[in-house]
């Protein structure tokens, strides 16, 4: 993952170079229900071209629904 600051200072952690797509981007696709790259992908209206951030948003999807899994305990 790679931080971008804008003007105003904000950071901006993207996890897809690519096509731009950030963090916060895959975990709301994440949330709204894809369980795969793909449908993070396709929820952010974009499509895998080096396909070098895989493993990091098949990460944050591991991350999520673990997170999911303990708070439903
Ligand atoms: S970094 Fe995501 S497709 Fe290239």
Do not use: W
């Not at 797509?21 to 449908?39: L, N």
């Not at 070098?52 to 098949?58: G, L, N, T």
Request: charged share 20%.
């Amino acid at each position: 993952m790679r931080a971008i600051r804008n003007l105003n200072g904000q950071a901006f952690v993207y996890v897809c170079n690519c096509n731009a797509i950030r963090e916060r981007d895959a975990r709301h696709a994440i949330s709204c229900g894809a369980s795969t790259p793909k449908a993070v992908f396709t929820h952010c209206q974009a499509k895998a071209q080096c396909a070098k951030c895989v493993c990091e948003i098949r990460q944050l999807i591991d991350e999520q629904q673990q997170a999911l899994a303990i708070a439903a305990e």
